[in-house]
């Protein structure tokens, strides 16, 4: 018998993916396909809830999305690949979900209002961004995952879901199981100018860059500015170009980095090699892997991840059917 737990989780296709991305979610779900029945979404419907104006680049995005979790470890014969937009079933559970799950609880989504003030430029006052928490949950449960692999910020999304999940239950019998979140240590990993990485700041390490770029993009970074002249020391914890040593150096190479800068006896220069070097050692396999997947049809690769998901799907939907008697 299959002991295994089932974990969910998605990512938007809203540009190519980034080194933020990898710390903050891949890398991690390579891991879990070790010891769990994974389900990987990507989740185009998600996408639309703050990008509908702008939709032109969205099946290049899924793409670009799809080719970097594979080159990043993420195997198809491991986990289950999916697009999201393809299982219709998951806007049908949406919309009967939708009956009884009251904007009050939507509403107070700490992310609602906040992302509302960070995203000002964009009309975002709709009934899809209101609803993506509840989005979310289909997305788990569909599958009847139980286990969200989440940083501390989304565990109120996931608290979120197991009441939304209660409800469901407790109107119309227990079948849902309540998921519950795996917390995983996000490292802070910021942008080139210490500002968070992001596509829109123009200040992100892409997975597909190449070594080329990696050396371009780190060799100009702002370091601590109290290091002025080579022989001015200064305080690692006060620099970006060491908040990526931090991800990406070995602890050997981390002492030796801090004594070095705070006794000025390594250069700004030196320790970005150290860390251009051990970057590409990360980046160097997701090359490689890369080149394997590159000229597949995105298509083909997610057909059976489709398939395998409809089918979860489509029975989840007519049990709730039954139990809703309809
Ligand atoms: S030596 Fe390294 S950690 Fe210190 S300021 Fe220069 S780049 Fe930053």
């Known amino acids: 018998m299959n002991q295994k737990k089932t974990v969910m989780s998605g990512v ?10 990898w710390a903050g979610a891949f890398k991690n779900w390579v891991e879990l396909q070790k010891d769990y029945r994974c ?19 969205i099946k290049q995005d899924i793409g670009s999305v799809l080719l970097d979790m594979l080159a990043v470890g993420i195997d198809p014969e491991k986990s289950t690949v999916f697009l999201q937009s393809e299982i219709k079933e998951i806007a049908e559970l ?12 939507l509403e107070r989504v700490p992310t609602f209002k906040e992302q509302q003030k960070e995203l000002k430029d964009k009309d975002i006052n709709t009934i899809g961004f209101l609803g993506y928490p509840l989005l979310q949950t289909i997305d788990i ?8 692999p989440v940083g501390e910020d989304q565990v109120y999304h996931l608290e979120l879901a197991r009441e939304i999940v209660r409800r469901f239950n407790n109107l119309y019998g227990q079948y ?32 597909s860059d190449s070594a080329e770029a990696v050396e371009k993009k780190i060799r100009p970074m702002v370091t601590d500015t109290r290091r002025k002249r080579r022989t001015d020391p200064g305080v690692p914890d006060d620099c970006p170009v060491f908040d990526f040593h931090k991800s990406f150096s070995s602890e050997e190479e981390k002492k030796e980095i801090v004594a070095g800068c705070t006794s000025a006896s390594i250069g700004c220069i ?53 139990l809703m008697k309809i």
């Open 270 to 322: 030196d320790c970005k090699k150290i860390l251009i070097k051990n970057m590409n050692n990360v980046l160097d396999p997701f090359r490689e892997r890369r080149k394997k997947y590159e000229n597949m049809n995105a298509a083909d690769i997610l057909e059976p991840g489709t398939r395998k998901v409809k089918a979860v799907a489509k029975q989840t939907l007519e049990e709730v059917r039954e």
């Open 39 to 57: 389900y990987y979404s990507i989740v185009d419907w998600h996408a639309l809830t703050s990008e509908y104006q702008n939709t032109k680049n």
């Open 12 to 21: 938007r296709p809203t540009g190519l993916p980034h080194l933020g991305n």
């Open 94 to 105: 949406f919309l009967l979900f939708g009956m009884f799950t009251p904007l009050g609880w």
């Open 176 to 207: 849902f199981p309540e998921p519950i979140e795996l917390l995983t240590p996000i490292p802070k990993l910021p942008g080139l100018d210490g500002r968070k990485m992001s596509k829109s700041y123009d200040n992100a390490i892409y997975l």
């Open 141 to 148: 449960i569909i599958v009847k995952a139980n286990v969200v």
